[in-house]
């Protein structure tokens, strides 16, 4: 009994001891997830969020989406909800901010409340979000900015972005316009552009402004008859345009920053009585996004380009978010591949072929 007890007391020891190693080393433990691992993009100034460890862990992600604007938009927002969906271990808190930045800043607050692991944001225009990015980073939340970019004065404040390239955009189509003038025989008299621009301090507003502004610059004949915005919305488009139309029927060029403005201003020239392709000599209607209404336009020669810009951006997001969950390093910026489709070339088949 003696020797049992000593025998005992040894075990009793030796168990504390273990006890003992096992909160040190869980406490390490922790420590370590509690940093970012060097190399990450996870943002400075607090821990990492948690790490979901063999995908057991929900991961809480707050998405704030500009609205619903456009097909484009709509397809925007399915990609992610698909990607970030409850199967694939997310609890999605999404947010429609009905074209408002305001609404989009009360929505990230609400995220940062409810302690999601990530934000993901698509915003309205470029400026106006440092404060707001700050308290996320000051929660420890990365902010993965989606579509359009911001403009903040320290880039840490996001973690990732992942969208287009909106001025490549824009210079692609100015390239074909060049082109197209020219096989034309119409790159000799005076061309007349009307220029139909999305959500003023959007970035695929800015990007495809500047680019066809750039080709004004650069052409002594290209004229820039009318600028004005449709804010990416077909009435809104057909609006201006028709307005403009009263004012001067002298329009060679119309450079609609999305599909839907491109219908909105279709409309109008129709009901004005302008004809619509180049392949009749008519108005050059020039569109971007590429959605299958706007490729079947393209099919029908109405749209003479349209510039694609990709909208199935959630399994990046997913990728990020999976990568800084394992501590693994991502790419700042990610630009994603597009490419365009013209009424000499579309086909039927083409436009079968499209996701959205
Ligand atoms: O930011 C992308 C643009 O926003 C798309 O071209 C447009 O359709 C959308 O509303």
Redesign the pocket.
């Known amino acids: 009994m003696a020797s049992g007890g000593r025998e005992g007391s040894v075990m009793k020891k030796t168990v504390a001891v273990i006890m003992a190693l096992a909160l040190i080393v869980g406490a390490a433990a922790c420590s370590e997830r509690a940093e970012a691992p060097s190399g990450t993009t996870a943002p400075k100034g607090g821990p990492s969020p948690a790490v979901p460890e063999g995908r057991n862990k929900t991961i809480k992600v707050g998405f704030s989406q500009?609205g619903a604007?456009?097909?484009?938009?709509v397809a925007?927002t399915e990609s992610v909800k698909n990607a970030l969906s409850e199967k694939n271990g997310y609890e999605l808190i999404y947010d429609d901010a009905q074209q408002k930045p305001e609404n989009q800043i009360r929505a990230i607050r609400n995220f940062i409340q409810q302690k999601v692991d990530y934000i993901v944001l698509a915003p309205l225009v470029e400026t106006g979000w440092d404060s707001v990015l700050d308290e996320a980073r000051r929660a420890a939340i990365p902010v993965i900015v989606v579509?359009?970019m911001v403009r903040v004065a320290d880039n840490d404040l996001y973690t990732a972005y992942v969208?287009?390239n909106?001025l490549k955009e824009g210079q692609t189509a100015v390239a074909w316009l060049e082109a197209a003038l020219e096989k034309h025989g119409r790159d000799k008299r005076t061309v007349h552009i009307v220029n139909i621009q999305?959500?003023i301090g959007?970035?695929?507003q800015i990007g495809r402004t500047a680019a066809l502004e750039a080709g004004i610059r650069s052409h002594p004949n290209w004229e820039l008859t009318a600028q004005e915005s449709g804010d990416?919305i077909k009435p809104k488009a057909y609006e201006v345009m028709s307005r403009i139309l009263k004012k001067t029927r002298d329009v060679d060029v119309v450079y609609c920053?999305?599909?839907?403005e491109a219908f909105g201003a279709i409309k109008a020239l129709e009901e004005a009585g302008l004809k619509c392709g180049i392949l009749n000599g008519g108005v050059i209607v020039i569109s971007?996004?590429a959605t299958s209404e706007g490729l079947s336009e393209c099919l029908s020669g109405k749209i003479s380009l349209n510039v694609e810009?990709n909208?199935l951006q959630g399994p990046h997001v997913a990728r990020i978010i999976r990568d800084l969950s394992e501590g693994k390093s991502v790419e700042k910026i990610s630009y994603l591949e597009e490419t365009w489709f013209d009424c000499f070339t579309i086909t039927y088949e083409t436009i079968e072929k499209r996701a959205y």
């Open positions: 500009t604007e456009s097909v484009w938009r925007n579509d359009r969208g287009s909106f999305g959500t959007s970035s695929a990416f920053e999305n599909d839907s971007f996004d810009c909208p």
